[in-house]
């Protein structure tokens, strides 16, 4: 019974009751007036044969008299489904005809009767149930009154024919109505349950839940495609936050660990000058911990959106020309060489800052990497048109990393280098994946010398979209 | 943090001797009133003097009546945003440099900042030696000759025009951005310059470089220009950045 009372509150339903309603009451109105014409008609014809028969009937008396009028009534009045005949006197009494008693009155009216009136018939004895008629009363020159009628049997029947075929359509209207409220009333209801289940327990912090989809593509399915989409980012977004709070609780903890522990050595240093060297430590060290800072707040800033970065047509050729004469010399200083491939004048739509730190970035690590490896001691740089994409790779000949871990030095604070012997934060190719998400490209790892055996370096791939 | 281990390096307390950058006189518009504490006591001990308003309104009122050298602005101020404070002192004619800090978590903040009549931005959080390097090259931008065509710092030259660097009469050959580095370091002369300063000024980035690829560049203009001469004139401040200064 809730269940139901539920359907009826759905809004399918409450619609397509209120639809049911305006067609039942069109069709009745329709109905009522194809009756209401179709009685004048028939009452129209009933007339022009009771007319022809006065005519008649008073061109026997003008031709022959009471005579020949009352033999033409009678025999009139024999015939089968005869109509009514009554002669009555100029008082309205009934001298002859057919028709046993009528309704009081009748027959002091002149011409047409103007409303249907109650007769009894004969044979009934005065005893069975009024009949209905209309009537002419024609007054002859020598008083007395003529009345020929007809009874209005047909009609009364066909309105009531017409009545019963309005109640039958109206209740297969409401049937009708019935079954497509539990067709498209129930089938909504259903789906909808299942959305608001699924909500629940989404709301409930099982962010992998998705609406059911019901492959029609209706306006349900479109409802819950954007809805999912929707989720997919939310979820994305929290596993991220949830992911980064882990690991600055981690990373962080070390270093202030190691920040406090100097704070406290160098309270107890008694010469001053060890004092000043720990305490330059301890500065250095929160250099550090802010620059790790500042790098996590890039990335989110990044993150946070395209709306807040300023997009331009940026040079992209000039940036990369730009970086390798930044880093060439700390290239050089690792006893590594810089080589490039740029293709001049190679623009793209983006923020100079963002890409500039990006490319940074990637040098930076494929700096630090290939130093000291034994092979190679080459950093490359290539900026190519392909007719898809705008390719940006940065290559070099260390160690590499592993198809199988490639998907998690993307992470935030993940570094391979598990001893973190190497300089940074951990955030550089997180930074750079978020600026290309923001621009619409991608970041590829691969391989530089896939054939190698051991070094076989990494190189990172900036695809960046054509317009 | 990697630092250049050379013998000319100085810690920042060497490099601020008393009574030489104590007229100085900043306001420093905050809400946070332990960060704006803070301040006010590092700045004093480097020799500056510091007001301090908490709140919008009452910084444009400190910033409109008085004379100071900087405005150090925090964008998001209680009864007026910061970036309004500056829009009205513009407004009304008074073009003190104003250094904006901002916690806001957009990535261009800082054209926004400049945009709004800022001179310079620094993102939170930071450190202390980059707002006081900042500030004091702020402070001294009204007396720095923009339009000199020599630099001179002891005896080493530096003519804008020619392109031409000369120690003690004889030619330095620089490249373009050996040269830039250079011009920069020389129009703050005896002021310190942090890496990030030079990163925006030299290359026209405006982020932290994080690694030492700013000191590479430093150390090689280094060994050209005081390869064969005793004094030397371009410093490393240990925790802040570079100086070239005279000692002689």
Not at chain 1, 77 to 102: E, H, K, W
Not at chain 1, 301 to 328: F, K, N, P, W
Not at chain 1, 418 to 429: D, F, H, Q, Y
Not at chain 1, 446 to 455: K, L
Request: aromatic share 6%; with cysteine; glycine share 8%.
């Amino acid at each position: 019974m809730n269940r139901f009372w539920v359907l009826f509150k759905s809004t399918a339903v409450r619609l397509s009751a209120l639809y049911i309603l305006l067609f039942a009451i069109c069709a009745a109105t329709l109905v009522f007036y194809v009756t209401a014409m179709s009685e004048r008609l028939l009452t129209s014809q009933i007339r022009e044969a009771v007319q022809q028969e006065v005519d008649q009937v008073q061109r026997a008396y003008d031709n022959g008299g009471m005579n020949l009028l009352l033999r033409t009534m009678e025999r009139r009045a024999r015939q089968p489904g005869a109509n009514l005949y009554i002669i009555a006197g100029p008082s309205g009494d009934i001298l002859a005809g057919n028709v046993a008693s009528v309704q009081p009155g009748v027959l002091d009216e002149q011409g047409w009767t103007s409303l249907p009136f109650r007769y009894q018939r004969y044979s009934e004895g005065g005893q069975g149930k009024p009949h209905m008629a209309v009537a002419n009363i024609n007054v002859l020159d020598n008083g007395l009154r003529i009345l020929i009628g007809r009874d209005l049997g047909e009609p009364e029947a066909f309105r009531a024919l017409v009545r019963q075929a309005l109640m039958v359509a109206l209740a297969i209207m409401g049937l009708g109505a019935v079954i497509i409220w539990f067709g498209i009333g129930r089938n909504a209801l259903k789906r909808i349950d299942r959305m608001s289940a699924a909500s629940k327990k989404i709301m409930a912090g099982d962010l992998s839940q998705r609406l059911p989809v019901g492959g029609s593509g209706d306006e349900f399915d479109r409802l819950s495609v954007s809805l999912n989409t929707m989720l997919g980012r939310i979820e994305k977004l929290n596993e991220g936050l949830r992911q980064v709070s882990d690991n600055i609780a981690h990373d962080l903890k070390t270093p202030l660990t190691r920040l406090r522990n100097k704070a406290a050595d160098a309270i107890d240093t008694p010469d001053a000058d060890t004092r000043r060297v720990a305490l330059e430590g301890i500065i250095s060290e929160s250099d550090q911990l802010i620059r790790t800072f500042n790098a996590l707040l890039m990335i989110s800033r990044v993150e946070a959106g395209s709306v807040a970065a300023e997009m331009s047509t940026i040079d992209l050729s000039a940036i990369v020309a730009d970086s390798a004469e930044l880093y060439e010399p700390v290239a050089d200083e690792a006893g590594l060489a810089m080589t490039t491939d740029i293709e001049p004048g190679i623009e793209v739509q983006g923020n100079r800052e963002l890409i500039g730190q990006a490319i940074f970035n990637l040098i930076d690590n494929a700096v630090k990497y290939s130093a000291g490896a034994e092979a190679g001691g080459e950093v490359s740089l290539r900026l190519t048109r392909r007719p898809d994409a705008i390719c940006l790779q940065v290559a070099d000949h260390g160690p590499g990393i592993p198809a199988d871990k490639r998907e998690d030095v993307l992470k935030r604070f993940v570094r391979l280098d598990e001893s973190r012997s190497k300089p940074g934060t951990g955030l550089g190719l997180s930074l750079v994946e978020a600026v290309m998400e923001l621009h619409s490209g991608k970041l590829e790892l691969s391989d530089t010398d896939p054939d190698a055996a051991t070094n076989r370096g990494l190189a990172v791939t900036l695809v960046f979209p054509l317009k | 943090m990697t630092f250049q281990q050379d013998d000319h390096a100085l810690s920042l307390a060497e490099t601020q001797p008393a009574g030489n950058v104590g007229r100085m006189k900043i306001l420093i518009i905050e809400d946070d009133l332990e960060a704006a504490a803070y301040l006010t006591k590092a700045f004093r001990e480097a020799g500056i003097v510091a007001d301090h308003a908490s709140d919008g309104e009452s910084g444009l009122f400190m910033g409109t009546e008085n004379t100071y050298d900087v405005l150090v602005i925090d964008r998001m101020l209680p009864r007026r945003d910061g970036l309004s404070v500056i829009a009205e002192l513009r407004r009304k004619g008074i073009h003190t440099p104003v250094l904006i800090l901002s916690a806001l978590g957009q990535v261009d903040d800082r054209v926004t900042g400049l945009r709004a009549g800022g001179d310079d931005y620094l993102p939170k959080p930071y450190a202390f030696s980059e707002l006081l390097a900042r500030v004091e090259v702020l402070g001294r931008r009204k007396g720095t000759p923009d339009q000199d065509v020599v630099y001179r710092v002891g005896d080493l030259e530096l003519d804008r025009l020619a392109h031409e660097v000369r120690r003690g009469g004889k030619e330095i050959p620089l490249q373009p951005r050996e040269f830039r580095l250079l011009e920069y370091l020389m129009k703050n002369a005896g002021q310190v310059v942090t890496r990030t300063m030079l990163l925006e000024n030299v290359w026209d980035y405006h982020f932290d470089p994080q690694t030492n690829v700013i000191d590479v560049h430093v150390s090689r203009l280094r060994s050209k220009i005081e390869k064969d001469f005793s004094l030397p004139l371009l410093k490393t401040i240990r925790g802040a950045g570079y100086m070239i200064k005279d000692d002689g």
